[in-house]
């Protein structure tokens, strides 16, 4: 993190499929997989993104938790285990039914996830039962998390943790449906250019200010602007 590295509060929403994990976890617990966290992008590249694993994980729990227990049970985690994991609050919404979740990144191997659990369990933390059954559907996710981001131009941020992640200013709030038919229209008028969008917002000065986070391979401010231009001649 450097001097100029801003923190930010927000949210992001994105379509993703899911599979469930079975043996990794703590008994009867609801776990999944994300199996592509940028569809937008690896859609293109057979088989590239099956050798990352694992991908990302998310702890399905119980209830709703509040940002400060889980904040404050996730840093006694990382102090105790000297991890390296990224762990951020939200929700799942398939077939009209929300599950709230724990989404963590940079797991190293499928046997941390049931330490994981037991460690959040002690810490009062809970996760929900396993389904009976469950047919890997795609489902909506909204995360609510903290940004690291470096400010490099007017409405653009480059991730100063995850590589190949951008962000850029939008001028209005965008629904759902909004955002997905825009990003079609704005991939279909981009030649060669290929990449993984998903909407939301960060808090700034008192405000919501929405945002369209880009993950592409390589990605850089140039391409960020190229991508913003679209979006922002379609957005009325």
Known sequence: MTETTQIKYGSL?????????????LP????????NPFPGFYEYYDNL??????????????KYYDLEQFTRATQQIMADTN??????????TIFNTVYNVIRVRHIEQYADIKELQAYYV???????????????????????????LEQVDDNFYLDTVEANHGYFKIPKYLSWDEFGQLTKQVKYNMDL????????????????????R????????????????KYIERIK
């Open 13 to 25: 929403i994105k379509e993703e499929a899911f599979e469930l994990i079975e043996g990794a976890v």
């Open 28 to 35: 009867n617990t609801f776990v999944l997989e994300s199996l």
């Open 49 to 62: 993104q099956k050798d990352i694993t694992p991908h990302y994980i998310y702890l399905v729990t119980d």
């Open 83 to 92: 991890k390296k994991y990224h762990a951020a609050l939200g929700t799942i």
């Open 122 to 148: 002690s810490l009062g933390i809970n996760f929900k039962d396993k389904p009976s059954k469950f047919n890997h559907p795609k489902g909506i996710t909204r995360l609510n998390k903290f940004f690291s």
């Open 193 to 212: 250019l290929h990449f993984d969008a998903s909407v939301g917002f960060i808090y700034d000065h008192f405000k919501a200010i929405d945002i369209i």
């Open 214 to 229: 880009i993950y592409a391979e390589n990605l850089n401010i140039d391409m960020l602007k190229q991508i913003r231009t």
